[in-house]
């Protein structure tokens, strides 16, 4: 019995090291190669466990702040940041419950009356997350709005001032140094005080609702520097919008109030105790994004879509039913407090942070002849969304390797803030296109050189949050803009809005996007309208929407759901297909390039991300060569001291351990038992639960799920927990704590069908067994993710710890 | 190795007849009984083995055309008809892939490019399926457009020539019998001939999504009689709609073009043949369901939405987003035929069959103070459909008991026909509610006992088809109705049209469902209008539509999908809060009564329907309980004989066997090695797929994929092929046929994990082992769909040959 159990690691974790000499390259695995070209990645020394291994142990303390930035500083030549790897650094969410005797003990008490209470719970959660959320949209609404005036107000007074007496280059420095010192403030909180709550959050909420835990995403802290970035950074006037980083925010609003209490705050309110778990929290999670979406646009179905699309495993009714409930609730409440703020109290005009107000459908239908003319603007779309993606790429590459300071990042975003003004300024003076003030509705009439009466009608474009821009585009009557300033205005915003993407600042993509496609969409109604001599292409605004809607769809690359929320934001269904076709044609298009901006993101971030299904041509692949293999197993009944060894072992960091029958150094079959978690096993570390050898009849300490739930989800460190020598020889029996019925697979499985099982019930862990119930195996979601269709066929990502 | 694999049958099957002589009965399990109460259930004697066989073998040749009508009258008094039963005539569809060697060998021969071709083939059928199912919408509009024209005309002429010289009764008699002779042909042809086409067919759609065969539920006969029949049941002035049939069209439409054949015409086009297994069939199916409400409603998203709800266990972006373009596809082709019908080719006016016309934001928007009274109207919308769903189901288990000849339907069906031409007749004689005609749009005016240049209000609501009426009721301006006709038309609709939903003929609940709710909510706008002295209440369409969206939630019981159809046939998303609200408050109040009406009627016709989750407090029971024992194993190596016993075994009719290692008869482990399905083994025998036992070291005859399709999906019955007694002495290796890697559930699962794993991956078969990997026990659909939540906790449902 003193022979601890079959310890070996699992290779998983230690192929970077054996790829590290040739780091950027990848292991291509030509169709048919099958288990050599796999097997031949494992091959590893016994020396380079412990270097991963200590490494590993940072990111099991949660110590690590920066996603992305901090890391390469630590080793910056050795691992090239590539988007051929996969990092060791992230854990998956247990989307599967571990059904032990534990939870089946307290699910059997609970009679039909208590699970209609818990029924009722999910709803009220449901109803706080869509109020919660809407009000945080209201009020980065009206900070934003009231911010942004005061700042529009005192550059126009000042280039007034000076328009009339010469030194208009003191309003470009005024107009410089004000966005680039609120910018500053945005990025100084980022940079040095949150750093996952950079961009707009929707690439790290996709991961989330994926099964991937990312570090502090879903904090209270991240959720108070994200509103305060996104205020400044759209009050700095950069080309961002603030309805991206809605999504997170609704995501993080919703595990916070789903598990009733803040770790940050060292606040438990005991309410909401059942929910205190993976499977629950995801769920809730799923309601926040979706709440987020809807109040973002006004588009509660399209939030509920977004949220299937991105998170859901497995379609559940009830679960849509109550995420549906949160995205309507979400866009009522800011309709409801946003129509009291503009003083119509009851009239609910403003169901979103942005509309793109009314379409009038008989003045703006289209006809079958338009078709054509659309799915062009849809290959446009995707062509100028695919640049977008490729210059961001090679700039984020860029900064990944060279400005991964925070310092450095701080000045980047004010550079682009400075820029961004002296851009709009240049555009400004240069511009001649003077229009009558008479009849338009802009806000902040811009003279400068033209005549009394006439205002500047490219300073609108820039003197404006980007969001009424855009429905200035869409709606503004033929002829109020200049195709030539239109074109500038693409262009020059279309790099700004690229050089933005990937500052250290809170801010979405979607607005930007949509400003760039209304743009050349309205240039381009504009040019029809010219070329056919004005006949029934009238309206540019109709084309404006399409181009946005082709330039987002080029860029962001999403679906169905883009589609519905466009027809929810226009308020009108009758735009759905030529939508549709445009987004189609603009994600074909785009695909055929390089693939979607978010997705992009989530490589270079070398997160072990799950498609929705295995690459087609991974039939060659069985569970045999996916999996790691060997397996640390642990006995029914262990000793205490072989538990902290395995745990504390660095080189392995294992977080699911299968449990064998007891007697399992006999020859005989030792069938799998059961599968136990790092966090389980620490749990019942700390709380001494364990007998002595001796006394072996005695009962141990009986421990409630509340004591798992109180840990979760910030379980601590093996280091923290003390046991003493005696305490070693203790034996602790897992036989109540672990899952006895984990799911399993036989090793001739393919890997479309060890993916399918695994995707379909986000699990975690999935042991491999032989035809004995031997374990064999263990595949885990690196294990999946690594496999991936590249030009050549099927190709293979390498591990690293980055 | 004489002996037979071990063999006995599964218990599941034989259930009811143990139960017969206590039919009606259930077996009720209280919380915690556990093991002793659901193994009770589960004695039988071996006599009533065979009769079930000698029963079940009818089910096999699908020879059961009735799937209400004709079993009843086989033994009208051994099983009276009631929801607590579960009929074992359902076999599940295999949405798991059998992964063996035949399959994995031609996945992985298929290299990148031959899967795009794949994919391009998929994109193409689905715009087939959305192509013919606008063309078939349009077929059915047209047709049902001229032929009910014609009708009013000739009722219409004659009642005026009456009117003026006496003698109405005439009229009268005209109408009934030209309404009855219409709807004879329609009931005579479904009763007749394919009597699963009647009804709206959206309950056996539901169920197929589900993962059920129901016999002939997409076969070409089904569809043309469907098309028919709802033509005529339409023209026959019966209280019934067109648009849930066209769900139905869709999906037969769907099913048939992605198998590329026809095997009622004998065509095999040889084409798409990698699509024919079950997997592929459905995921289309749900592609020609969403085009089928898409071209219903012109609610494209609504239909992908009604896909999900009732179909996707594993939601997949490939697959939503090609389902999403089929239902595009559909509403453009009908809006586009159509459009050019009405003679404005290019305006693209009718995306839908029903258009609820537009809902002008401005005039008709709702305040904050109009919310309770719309979530009253809810309430009423939904005891409203709560009393209709009662009578229905009264109604229901009346004519399951006596009128299930087929001659009695069709009289039953004519007698509707001709008392809802008499309530109509009667009701416009006796009313007096006379409108000026000048400036209203009626198509049909009856003058009546109006004076000249008036016509009858009541009239209009019966010389309309039943789609127009609603459009009416929406929009026609402020005091077009009385209110008395109002009341008089909501009592009667109602009445007949809860008579008329489960007659045997084709056509859909919708409409008449938002006919009755847009007269009450009419009814509720005027008197609301009235009471607080017409102030902002003004149009009383808004109530007309929160009315009929109340009525059909209370009927109906979707959720999400609903809300959608209904934004979209408004083709306004302003009322997307309030019809959210009325639908789910009409929801859980109808809940509290009774069930959905779909749901109700799946529940008559004993289908082994599984919800979203397992019951709440089923957690008591784990897979050893509920899974059936002992189970039918084959060995690897098996002979032919023991195969053909096996199959021909009518008592058990099995139609999936884990396949065990041959040398099983010693006491060595024997592990499951794999899983067959009957339909292969039938495939095997019929191709003679075996060698003689002395030469074992031959190779067996090689079968391909191709064999396996071109049987799919009416295998022949295992009678029909014959095996003579030289061949029964051969081997047969089911080694490269069986499925090597079913999935398995050890005994210890809780019921709701084995709910979970079944339901998320449409399995049909899932073996139960114990931890030597041996086979225990197998769960089926059955097994599952038993438990159900009850009024006092779970109950058991018995299992009935019906």
């Excluded at 409930?325 to 309709?335: D, K, V």
């Excluded at 310092?407 to 851009?423: D, H, I, K, R, S």
Aim: hydrophobic residues 45%; neutral net charge; glycine residues 8%.
């Amino acid at each position: 019995m003193a022979n601890v159990a079959k310890k070996v690691s699992w290779s998983g974790r230690d192929r970077d090291d054996d790829e590290d000499g040739r780091a950027g390259e990848t292991t291509p695995l030509l169709n048919g190669t099958g288990p050599g070209a796999a097997g031949s990645a494992r091959q590893l020394t016994p020396s380079s466990f412990l270097r991963i291994g200590q490494l590993s142990n940072v990111d099991l303390n949660e110590d690590i702040h920066e996603l992305e930035t901090e890391l390469p500083r630590q080793h910056p030549n050795e691992i090239p940041h590539n988007e051929k790897l996969l990092s060791l650094k992230y854990e998956s969410l247990d989307y599967d419950n571990s059904e032990n005797q534990l939870f089946l003990e307290e699910e059997r008490r609970i009679n039909h009356a208590a699970f209609r209470t818990v029924e009722i719970k999910r709803w009220v959660i449901c109803a706080m997350i869509g109020i919660l959320t809407g009000l945080v949209a209201c009020f980065i609404d009206i900070v934003v709005e009231n911010l942004a005036g005061l700042k529009y107000r005192v550059v126009k007074d000042n280039i007034d001032k000076f328009t009339a007496k010469g030194g208009l280059s003191f309003s470009l420095l005024l107009w410089a140094t004000l966005n680039a010192s609120v910018v500053m403030v945005g990025s100084v909180i980022v940079a040095f005080i949150e750093p996952v709550a950079a961009g707009s959050g929707i690439p790290q909420i996709k991961c989330y609702l994926n099964g991937v835990k990312i570090p502090h995403v879903v904090r209270l802290k991240t959720l108070v520097i994200k509103v305060c970035g996104v205020i400044l950074s759209v009050v700095g006037g950069l080309a961002v919008g603030k309805e991206g980083p809605m999504i997170h925010s609704g995501s993080v609003i919703a595990a916070g109030i789903s598990q009733g209490r803040s770790t940050s705050l060292k606040r438990d309110f005991k309410i909401f105790e059942y929910f205190r778990r993976d499977t629950e929290k995801r769920d809730f999670v799923s309601a926040g994004a979706a709440a987020g979406v809807s109040a973002a646009f006004g588009a509660p179905v399209g939030g509920v879509l977004f949220s299937l699309e991105e998170g859901a495993s497995f379609w559940n009714q009830f679960l849509t039913w109550r995420i549906f409930f949160a995205s309507m609730i979400s866009t009522f409440t800011l309709n409801s407090v946003l129509s009291v703020y503009h003083g119509n109290a009851w009239d609910l005009s403003s169901p979103g942070l942005i509309n793109f107000g009314r379409f009038d459908s008989e003045k703006m239908g289209y006809t079958i002849q338009e078709i054509p003319i659309f799915i062009f603007m849809g290959v446009v779309g995707g062509i100028l969304g695919a640049l977008f993606n490729a210059l961001n790429y090679w700039l984020t590459m860029f900064r990944i390797r060279y400005i991964h300071r925070p310092c450095l990042q701080v000045v980047e975003a004010m550079l682009v803030a400075a820029v961004t003004a002296t851009v709009g300024f240049v555009m400004i003076y240069c511009s001649r296109d003077c229009q009558p003030i008479q009849g338009s509705s802009v806000a902040y009439p811009l003279q400068l050189f033209c005549a009394d009466g006439e205002y500047n009608s490219m300073a609108t474009a820039f003197f404006n949050t980007p969001e009424k821009s855009v429905v200035n585009l869409f709606h503004d009557p033929p002829g109020s803009y200049n195709p030539m300033t239109l074109g500038m205005f693409t262009l020059m915003y279309f790099f700004l809005a690229c050089w933005t993407y990937g500052l250290t600042v809170s801010a979405g993509v979607f607005i930007p996007s949509l400003l760039i496609g209304a743009a050349w969409g309205r240039l381009f109604g504009i040019s029809l309208s010219y070329l056919t001599k004005g006949s029934i292409w009238a309206d540019p605004g109709k084309y404006a929407l399409m181009g946005a809607a082709a330039q987002l769809g080029g860029i962001v690359r999403m679906t169905l759901s883009l589609t519905v929320i466009m027809m929810e934001a226009t308020g009108n269904v009758t735009y759905g297909f030529p939508i549709m076709l445009v987004l189609m044609t603009a994600k074909i298009v785009g695909d055929y390039f390089v693939e979607g901006l978010y997705d992009m993101h989530i490589q270079l971030q070398s997160v072990p991300f799950l498609h929705w299904e295995a690459p087609v041509t991974s039939h060659s692949l069985t569970a045999r060569e996916v999996m790691s293999t060997p397996v640390t197993c642990l006995r029914r009944i262990e000793r205490v001291g072989t538990v902290v060894d395995i745990l504390s072992d660095t080189s392995s960091n294992h977080n699911g351990f299968p449990v064998v029958e007891s007697n399992a150094d006999t020859t005989q079959v030792a069938g799998l038992r059961g599968l136990i978690l790092r966090s389980q096993l620490i749990v019942l570390l700390k709380h001494k639960v364990f007998v002595e050898r001796a006394n072996l009849n005695l009962v141990q300490r009986r421990l409630k799920l509340k004591d798992f739930r109180d840990a979760y989800p910030r379980f601590p460190p093996i280091q923290s927990i003390h046991v003493s020598q005696d305490e070693r020889d203790c034996m602790i029996d897992l036989s109540e704590f672990m899952n006895p019925s984990p799911y399993t697979v036989p090793q001739e499985a393919s890997l479309p069908r060890v993916f399918k099982l695994f995707r379909a019930l986000g699990l975690r862990h999935l042991v491999v067994v032989d035809n004995r119930n031997e374990v064999v195996g263990m595949v885990t979601r690196k294990d999946l993710a690594r496999y991936r269709l590249g030009k050549e066929g099927l190709e293979e990502l390498s591990l690293a710890q980055t």
